[in-house]
Nanobody, 121 residues
Framework: QVQLVESGGGLVEAGGSLRLSCVASGNIFSINPMGWYRQAAGKQRELVATITSGGSTNLADSVKGRFTISRDNAKNTVYLQMNSLKPEDTGVYYC???????????????WGQGTQVTVSS
């Protein structure tokens, strides 16, 4: 089994910063890519950022220039540094990873339980 555990969410004023972390554990052979999605109340879950094992990144237009995604492959950990936060960044942030286990088979998607980010105006 594979588990993703997020941390780092919280309440921050507009203009502030937060850093999210997500650690993957379990019978992991490879993870590619890892990333973050978010879901605001009453809205669909949307992509925030992804990063491949080689370090290639993809960020949503709404967060470019403010958010940075990075990962530590040795620790199976992905980070999301969020700066200049806006109230519209509020939501539950979910870690996502495409994982292949030592048991073989294809990559499969797995999700963390989510961490709440609230940005006050």
């Amino acid at each position: 089994q594979v588990q993703l555990v997020e941390s780092g969410g919280g309440l921050v004023e507009a203009g502030g910063s937060l850093r999210l972390s997500c650690v993957a554990s379990g019978n992991i052979f490879s993870i590619n890519p890892m990333g973050w999605y978010r879901q605001a109340a009453g809205k669909q879950r949307e992509l925030v950022a992804t990063i491949t094992s080689g370090g290639s990144t993809n960020l949503a237009d709404s967060v470019k220039g403010r958010f940075t995604i990075s990962r530590d492959n040795a620790k199976n950990t992905v980070y999301l540094q969020m700066n200049s936060l806006k109230p519209e960044d509020t939501g539950v942030y979910y870690c996502n990873a495409d994982v292949k286990t030592w048991s073989g088979g294809l990559y499969f998607k797995t999700w963390g339980q989510g961490t709440q980010v609230t940005v006050s105006s």
